[in-house]
């Protein structure tokens, strides 16, 4: 029997548990006792939906429940799909005490999220996230909002949920590829300040790939425990939060000259991790020790090929920023980190393959 277990983000007026534990959709946990008004909008996906909305609506009897199903897709991650959502509260009639519940990965928890921080100006919203990533990353710490088309995530808000429950059970149908690139912000979390946790994902990686539920669930725990003491101590990213950025600012370079959707973003930042650990200087065996977790984890280690000034273009480090030095996070050991612009130049046109 595998027990339920709840973390507190610890933001004041503002707090709220993450739930974690099986089987949760589908009677295991009572959603409708957070639902603090009588009606509730679920904002899925057309992928999504089929698989859990009713598993999720059994959770809200004696709720006037009304759903929606997006497209799925990044694409989809617009402010042309954000109006669907506030029409369909309008029509419905919602008010200020109707509650947002957005079941899906990041895609659906952003745009919901940002729709609940809209709608009268702020509506409450629940998280039940689908994907590993949205489990340990996104659906924690408020972060919401929708692409423009001359950039990722430009327009959004800061809008924290109530409450998030994570049934491990919907990862039984996420694909391979999906469950890796959560596995990329799992890695991440281990590396930037817990060395036991980082040890213990290298003794647990093929249980995780295996979807062993304990394991999975132990992952999941610790790595939201991480998110939620960084987002507690550093809501808006004016510091601390920045070092959740490890491996992201190579990362989005990647995701920005492959064309987004090429690589997933948990790809893009698994590579992007390596090349920050030989930024920072990290010693021969502890980069041979990322290298192999990523690598176990089934992500690639190296980028693509991309030119130098591409990649200088992608990351802001071409003449247009020039004077405003670009900060990275770096490694000071496996699972100690720090922000800094004092970096090695030289390594970094080496790793960029710039002609020295
Ligand atoms: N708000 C934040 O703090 C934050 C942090 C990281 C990433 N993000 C955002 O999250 C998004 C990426 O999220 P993602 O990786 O979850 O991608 P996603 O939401 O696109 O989901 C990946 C795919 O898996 C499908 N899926 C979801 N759950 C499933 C399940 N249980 N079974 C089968 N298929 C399932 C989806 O329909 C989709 O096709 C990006 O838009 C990114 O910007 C936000
Ligand atoms: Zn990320």
């Known amino acids: 029997m595998l027990q339920t277990r709840t973390i507190q983000v610890a933001l004041g007026e503002r707090a709220y548990p993450i739930v974690i534990g099986r089987g949760l959709l589908g009677g295991g946990f009572d959603l409708a006792a957070h639902v603090a008004g009588a009606d509730c909008l679920v904002v899925s996906?057309?992928?999504?939906?089929?698989?859990?909305?009713?598993?999720?609506?059994?959770?809200?009897?004696?709720?006037?429940?009304?759903?929606?199903?997006?497209?799925?897709?990044?694409?989809?991650?617009?402010?042309?799909?954000?109006?669907?959502?506030?029409?369909?509260?309008?029509?419905?009639g919602a008010n200020r005490d109707t509650t947002v519940i957005a079941l899906g990965g990041g895609v659906v928890g952003d745009i919901a999220g940002f729709a609940a921080a809209s709608y009268m100006r702020g509506v409450d919203f629940i998280q039940v996230p689908t994907t590993l990533l949205a489990q340990v990353d996104s659906s924690v710490g408020g972060k919401t909002g929708v692409n423009h088309p001359q950039g990722k995530n430009l327009i959004g808000a800061f809008h924290q949920p109530r409450l998030v429950v994570i049934d491990t059970d919907t990862l039984n149908t996420l694909p391979d590829r999906e469950l890796h690139a959560g596995l990329a912000e799992v890695i991440k979390h281990g590396a930037i300040c817990d060395p036991t946790y980082f040890a213990w994902l290298e003794a647990n990686m093929p249980a995780l790939l295996a979807r062993d539920p304990a394991v999975l669930a132990q992952a999941i725990g610790r790595s939201c425990e991480i998110k939620a003491e960084v987002v507690a101590a550093d809501e808006r990213e004016g510091g601390?939060?920045?070092?959740?950025?490890?491996?992201?600012?190579?990362?989005?370079?990647?995701?920005?000259?492959?064309?987004?959707?090429?690589?997933?973003h948990g790809e893009a930042v698994a590579a992007g991790m390596i090349m920050a650990a030989r930024l920072s200087g990290l010693d021969a065996?502890?980069?041979?020790?990322?290298?192999?977790?990523?690598?176990?984890?089934?992500?690639?280690?190296?980028?693509?090929?991309?030119?130098?000034?591409?990649?200088?273009?992608?990351?802001?480090?071409?003449?247009?920023?020039?004077?405003?030095?670009?900060?990275?996070?770096?490694?000071?050991?496996?699972?100690?980190?720090?922000?800094?612009?004092?970096?090695?130049?030289?390594r970094l046109a080496a790793l960029i393959g710039e002609a020295g």
């Not at 959740?244 to 997933?264: K, V």
């Open 45 to 92: 996906n057309d992928t999504v939906a089929p698989l859990y909305l009713e598993r999720l609506r059994e959770g809200l009897a004696g709720k006037e429940v009304e759903s929606i199903a997006l497209p799925d897709g990044e694409a989809h991650k617009t402010l042309a799909t954000m109006q669907s959502i506030l029409d369909r509260l309008v029509a419905m």
């Open 240 to 264: 601390r939060r920045a070092t959740l950025n490890f491996g992201h600012t190579f990362g989005h370079a990647i995701e920005r000259c492959q064309g987004y959707g090429e690589w997933l």
């Open 285 to 346: 065996a502890d980069i041979d020790r990322l290298t192999r977790l990523v690598a176990a984890a089934g992500l690639p280690v190296e980028p693509p090929s991309i030119p130098a000034a591409e990649w200088r273009a992608a990351m802001g480090l071409d003449k247009k920023v020039q004077g405003k030095r670009l900060r990275f996070v770096l490694l000071k050991s496996l699972g100690e980190c720090y922000v800094t612009a004092d970096y090695d130049a030289g």
